[in-house]
Nanobody, 116 residues
Framework: QVQVVESGGGLVQPGGSLRLSCAAS????????MGWYCQAPGKQRELVAQ???????LYADSVKGRFTISRYNAGNTIDLQMNSLKPEDTAVYYC??????????WGQGTQVTVSS
């Protein structure tokens, strides 16, 4: 059984910062990438940032230079440092990981709202 728990969302003013954290436990396949995705109302879930076990990263064009993803704790925890936040960053943010049997797991999501 795998559990994925996100934390760190909230309400922030435009230009502000938030740090999201995601902890995966259980039979996590830490050699696989883990990532952050966002889903705004009425839109599909889309990739924000992804990181491999050896630290290689991939970012959506919209967040390059503003967001930084990191991975630690034997590869089972990832953070997303979000700076210079914009109203269009408002969404529910989800973290994913893979279990040893290849099944993909998602967390429950954490709400990020950027508004003045």
């Amino acid at each position: 059984q795998v559990q994925v728990v996100e934390s760190g969302g909230g309400l922030v003013q435009p230009g502000g910062s938030l740090r999201l954290s995601c902890a995966a436990s259980g039979s996590v396949l830490s050699m696989y990438p883990m990532g952050w995705y966002c889903q705004a109302p009425g839109k599909q879930r889309e990739l924000v940032a992804q990181i491999t076990r050896d630290g290689s990263t991939l970012y959506a064009d919209s967040v390059k230079g503003r967001f930084t993803i990191s991975r630690y704790n034997a590869g089972n925890t990832i953070d997303l440092q979000m700076n210079s936040l914009k109203p269009e960053d408002t969404a529910v943010y989800y973290c994913d990981c893979y279990a040893a049997n290849g099944v993909r797991y998602w967390g429950q999501g954490t709400q990020v709202t950027v508004s003045s």
